[in-house]
């Protein structure tokens, strides 16, 4: 099972960076995407990063201001995001893909998902 944390308040404009652990499973084995779901809205692709650390975006609006990344020896996976904006408003979730790829098409294949981090962009 994943989880998400390092969710929070944050002013429009902000940054926040998101940490996604795993307990019985080795992230760096694994492609692992963060998604999101906001108030009243299905739950949506963010980004996903393969195990050769190539970065795939689901969303434009998200290109330049959010990064991801993996810190093997911590079995950790960040969300780095900049420049937040109030409909970034949502909860934030990891999950770990069936494979060692991401596909910019395909958002499925992805399974432990944990209890996501709420974000919150508000002034």
């Known amino acids: 099972q994943l989880q998400a944390s390092g969710g929070g308040l944050v002013q429009p404009g902000g940054s926040l960076r998101l940490s996604c652990t795993a307990s019985?499973?080795?992230?760096?084995?694994?492609?692992i995407g963060w998604f999101r779901q906001a108030p009243g809205k299905e739950r949506e692709g963010v980004i996903c990063?393969?195990?050769?650390?190539?970065?795939?975006y689901y969303a434009d609006s998200d290109k330049g201001r959010f990064t991801i990344s993996r810190d093997n020896a911590k079995n950790t996976v960040y969300l780095q995001m900049h420049s937040l904006k109030p409909e970034d408003t949502a909860v934030y979730y990891c999950?770990?893909?069936?494979?060692?790829?991401?596909?910019?098409?395909?958002?499925?294949?992805?399974?432990?998902w944990g209890q996501g981090t709420l974000v919150t962009v508000s002034s």
């Open positions: 990063l393969s195990v050769v650390g190539d970065s795939t």
């Open positions: 999950a770990r893909r069936r494979s060692r790829f991401c596909s910019q098409y395909d958002q499925t294949g992805f399974t432990s």
């Open positions: 019985g499973s080795t992230l760096p084995n694994y492609a």
